[in-house]
Each structure stands twice: as C-alpha cells, then as structure tokens.
C-alpha cells in the first residue's frame, strides 16, 4: 500500500492566512517608507533652492524676480531644475526670497 504524502487543504488554508497577515502588515510600512522618502526629497530640493536663491543674491547683489532665473541657471543647477518627488511646483515667495515647503 502505498501512501501519498500531500498538505491537507485545511493546511493550506492555514498557510494562506498567515501570508495575509504578514502581507497586511508589510505592504503599509513599505508604503508609508516610501513617501517619507518622498518627502525628505522635497524638502532637501526646498532647503537646496532657498541656498541657491542665497548664492545668487551674495553674486548680484539684488534678490531673483523669477525663480527660473535660479533653476534654469546651470550655475545654479548644472543637474537642471529640481523636481518635487510628488509632481507640485515650487513656489518662489517675492517678499521672503523663499521656496517654502509645501503639503503632500
């Protein structure tokens, strides 16, 4: 008599649902990672901005109108113009000569 050895379906039933508890648990860390990341992103390229809107007011001496007159400076940003993670536009302040952070 030959005997098969097989998982019983209430084996893997068992096997599944540990699977979805471990998927449930996984999946929202690795997304909530990556935004975060996404975040921290948009918030250098705003802190590397405002350095830049520093630099060019220390070289000319008058404050940028237009905040292409940074980003679309290769002496500014060889790389090109910086670009939020999330897809906003930056927003160049005329009163305060800032990019501020914006929400996500």
């Known amino acids: 008599m030959h005997s098969k050895k097989a998982f019983t379906l209430v084996e893997l ?47 000319k001496g008058a404050w940028p109108q237009r905040l292409p007159a940074i980003t679309g400076d290769p002496n500014y940003f060889p790389d090109g113009t910086p670009q939020c993670p999330f ?13 501020s952070n914006h929400n996500h």
Do not use: F
Request: charged share 10%.
């Open 13 to 59: 039933l068992v096997v599944v649902m540990i699977l979805g508890a471990l998927a449930a648990i996984a999946v929202p860390r690795m997304i909530s990672g990556a935004t975060n990341a996404k975040i921290s992103a948009c918030e250098t390229n705003v802190d590397l901005v405002n350095s830049q809107i520093e630099l060019y007011h220390a070289e």
């Open 87 to 99: 897809g906003t536009n930056y927003q160049y302040n005329l009163t305060t000569h800032r990019v």
